[in-house]
Nanobody
Framework: QVQLVESGGGLVQAGGSLRLSCAASERTFSSYYMGWFRQAPGKEREFVAAISMSGGTTGYADSVKGRFTISRDNAKNTLYLQMDSLKSEDTAVYYC?????????????????WGQGTQVTVSS
């Protein structure tokens, strides 16, 4: 059973920064693409960013491109999301996921394991 545990969320003012972490329990962490999604109240979960197994390839939603940076440390089985220049519209619960099926890292259904989520609230 794979466990993903997010941390690092909180309350921050607009323009501020936060760094999210996602610790994975499995030793095969480096064998999977990983991603971050978010879900705001009343909205569907949406893609934020994803990263290849080695970390050499990354992808971002247009809404966060240039402000967020995804990275990973395979030695520590940990995924990160550095969020800068935060806006009120970034307020959501952020989830990390393992892309264990399919090949499209933007599609929710291509992820087979999820963390419990961490709340990010940006005040304007």
């Amino acid at each position: 059973q794979v466990q993903l545990v997010e941390s690092g969320g909180g309350l921050v003012q607009a323009g501020g920064s936060l760094r999210l972490s996602c610790a994975a329990s499995e030793r095969t962490f480096s064998s999977y693409y990983m991603g971050w999604f978010r879900q705001a109240p009343g909205k569907e979960r949406e893609f934020v960013a994803a990263i290849s197994m080695s970390g050499g390839t990354t992808g971002y939603a247009d809404s966060v491109k240039g402000r967020f940076t995804i990275s990973r440390d395979n030695a520590k089985n940990t995924l990160y999301l550095q969020m800068d220049s935060l806006k009120s519209e970034d307020t959501a619960v952020y989830y990390c996921g393992r892309r264990g099926r399919g090949i499209d890292w933007r599609k929710l259904e291509h992820y087979d394991y999820w963390g419990q989520g961490t709340q990010v609230t940006v005040s304007s």
